[in-house]
């Protein structure tokens, strides 16, 4: 896969860069740099992708009420001092897990979304939290989230 076929893909799903990015754990400018060909499409990206666009999760996430910003992301990220929800490890990539599941009718929103590294998301999957978050962490979120608007 080039750049342009991943565009041509992206938009024949009806997706933009942002989302593409939000949906798979990498950041926007990213995904601009392997659309105008100046980075190499990884073997593991062009999986990700095509198992994205082949499963539901590209459909539940289209139906899911709300939206994260980018800025409320980063203010979860720093929340969570970069680190795992789950594990507690720090990652370079970290993705949004939503702690009610999409699945289960969760908003995708502040409230509702914690970083989370591959593993732990995908051991979660759409089941409920895998232990107890920490209420402190997310009303504090919540609060920066508010106070930011």
């Given at each position: 896969?080039?750049?342009?076929?991943?565009?041509?893909?992206?938009?024949?799903?009806?997706?933009?860069?942002?989302?593409?990015?939000?949906l798979?754990?990498?950041?926007?400018n990213?995904?601009?740099?392997?659309?105008?060909?100046?980075?190499?499409?990884?073997?593991?990206?062009?999986?990700?992708?095509?198992?994205?666009?082949?499963?539901?999760?590209?459909?539940?996430?289209?139906?899911?009420?709300?939206?994260?910003?980018?800025?409320?992301?980063?203010?979860?990220?720093?929340?969570?001092?970069?680190?795992?929800?789950?594990?507690?490890?720090?990652?370079?990539?970290?993705?949004?897990d939503?702690?009610?599941?999409?699945?289960?009718?969760?908003p995708?929103?502040?409230?509702?979304?914690?970083?989370?590294?591959?593993?732990?998301?995908?051991?979660?999957?759409?089941?409920?939290?895998?232990?107890?978050?920490?209420?402190?962490?997310?009303?504090?979120?919540?609060?920066?989230?508010?106070n930011?608007?």
């Amino acid at each position: 896969m080039n750049g342009k076929e991943l565009q041509e893909l992206r938009k024949k799903y009806g997706l933009t860069q942002k989302e593409i990015a939000q949906l798979l754990g990498y950041h926007t400018n990213y995904i601009s740099r392997l659309e105008r060909g100046d980075e190499d499409i990884t073997e593991r990206f062009e999986k990700l992708l095509r198992a994205l666009l082949g499963t539901q999760r590209l459909r539940r996430h289209r139906l899911a009420k709300g939206t994260v910003s980018p800025q409320e992301w980063l203010a979860v990220k720093d929340a969570y001092h970069h680190a795992c929800a789950y594990c507690a490890k720090t990652q370079k990539r970290l993705v949004q897990d939503h702690v009610i599941p999409l699945d289960h009718e969760g908003p995708h929103a502040v409230h509702n979304v914690v970083p989370a590294c591959r593993s732990c998301n995908s051991k979660k999957g759409n089941r409920d939290t895998m232990k107890p978050m920490q209420p402190f962490e997310i009303e504090r979120i919540i609060n920066k989230s508010k106070n930011n608007r």
